[in-house]
């Protein structure tokens, strides 16, 4: 069995997306939908529930008393922070222990990153038309997804690669794709259609690091922008490190000015500070 052979393989067997994260967020979708009927769906996975009224109770949300009942928390939270949580309470489960050490990263700093993309992802969709901040925080949270499953590959031919990189002058990605047969973000794409992600989230994972994804639809585009932005910050760069440059014709092209730009790095490291509950959910 060749090793994109053995890649493959993994994706296909490859757990489903939690079944009531998914079944929500459709329930999200119907504005006669209430909270208790979306907690009655939701008390059925323990995790999922713990970790909404963890969440809910910590200081992001800053509440002024102690919520231990899951429809009351879907109530205060509404239903933006609910699509976030959801969707990071059950994408964490995939990033526990060392997660991306293929990629010399340490353990977690796969999972922060991804959380960076995910919130600098929803701070900049205003810029990008017809791009849902729950859309633009779900397809940031997921962008690094089959890293999560190449890291041990990319770790055993490790020096090819990098040899490839360092001595032949191909892309850290180049050189996943000629020695593996695949690289990270096309691999994470076939997860998301195996777990029924929508096409525009497919889309923006397989593309985030392609040279011409600022010129793609304007998820992938998003996607791309945002995780350029969270590597220039220096949270998640491992060895295959900054993949692409954001140029500031790019930014322009979207109505992003300079002092945006300074808003939007200044509110990361904010809420990156006050999103630490999620930070621990893959611990």
Known sequence: MSRMEEIVNIANHIPPFPKVAMQVMKMLEDPKVQAKDMAEVIQYDSAITANILKTCNAAYFGLTRKVSALDDALVLMGQDALKDILIASSSARFYKGGAGEGYQLEQGELWKHSVAVAIMSRLISRHFKGVESGAAFTAGLLHDIGKRFLSTFVAADFQKIMDRTYVDGLSFMAAEREILGMDHAELGSMILRKWDFAEDMIQAVKLHHDPQALDKEPLTALVAMANTLVISLGIGVGA????????????????????????????????MERAEDLMTLSN
Do not use: H, N
């Open 240 to 271: 295959d490190g900054l993949s692409g440059a954001m140029q500031g014709e790019g930014l322009k092209r979207f109505g992003i000015t300079g002092l945006d730009l300074d808003r939007y790095m200044s509110m990361l490291v904010l809420e």
